[in-house]
């Protein structure tokens, strides 16, 4: 493994060095976003612009632009995208077909709203995706955080035919997402926005659930990013971070 540089080192002119990420020159931080595309991001019928799913693909775009000039996140924080709604479940690649990006080159997918809410099985593509992750850098010998996993919803877990899941269905996966927590395996996050049901995210997520207003949902991607560049603790800072923005749901 290459010997570990900091931030400060790099100058704000700097060119990402694609290999120096890939050598792991600082610790890693895999981040995955989980982004509610599902009908109700359209609005209500006959809405007119800017409808939800305009200010999240907006504020998409805002994050882009911070994570690729930001050097404190240049070579620690990598990126994914899943999104849940229209098209199903999507791991949207990046321009390479990897999955993840690192922060200096993320470029934002176009999204749109549409279908059911399958963010159960959103979540369970996330943890599979995070376990492999971990295994793939554990083999580069990449030093590394645990992933964390941010969902952003305004809605609750649907089936195919749009029906709400039972509560059984949601004690189910609250139980796997705390067992995996409780194994430092992973760090879950659920924010909710608009029409959001608060008990359901503190049932998801019982210390890290917050209610944010579309107009900060880029702030959000900003201050959950920005939680990478902590040197000893990215979970506490993610908390920290996003707690200024938004109330306890």
Same mark, same amino acid.
């Given at each position: ?10 100058q704000d002119d700097d ?24 009908? =109700? ?24 632009? %911070?994570?690729? =000039? ?63 992750r971990k295994g793939e ?38 139980a796997q997402i705390t ?29 890290? %659930?917050?209610?944010?207003? %579309? ?35």
């Open positions: 493994m290459s010997d570990f540089w900091t931030a400060e080192q790099a060119p990402f060095d694609p290999v120096r990420f890939s050598s792991g020159a600082q610790k890693r931080t895999t981040l995955i976003f989980l982004l509610d595309t599902s009908g =109700s991001m359209n609005g209500p019928e006959g809405a007119k612009p800017p409808r939800p799913i305009d200010e999240l693909n907006d504020a998409m775009k805002e994050w882009a632009a %911070h994570l690729n =000039s930001s050097q404190d996140l240049r070579y620690r924080a990598e990126l994914a995208v899943i999104s849940f709604g229209a098209g199903g479940v999507r791991v949207h690649k990046a321009a390479d077909g990897s999955t993840f990006s690192p922060a200096a080159t993320f470029i934002p997918p176009d999204l749109y709203a549409g279908g059911v809410t399958p963010m159960f099985e959103a979540i369970r593509t996330a943890i599979d995706l995070s376990e492999r850098l554990d083999d580069l010998g990449i030093q590394r955080f645990r992933p964390l996993i941010f969902m952003v919803t305004d809605a609750v877990p649907t089936d195919d035919s749009g029906y709400q899941l039972l509560k059984d269905d949601l004690q189910g996966m609250a067992a995996l927590q409780e194994k430092r395996k992973l760090a879950f996050f659920a924010v909710g926005v608009s029409t959001a049901d608060q008990e359901f995210l503190a049932t998801l997520a019982p210390d890290a %659930h917050w209610q944010i207003a %579309h107009s900060d949902i880029a702030a959000f991607l900003i201050e959950a990013s920005n939680s990478a560049a902590d040197d000893d603790d990215p979970i506490t800072a993610a908390k920290k971070r996003i707690q200024a923005l938004g109330k306890k749901a």
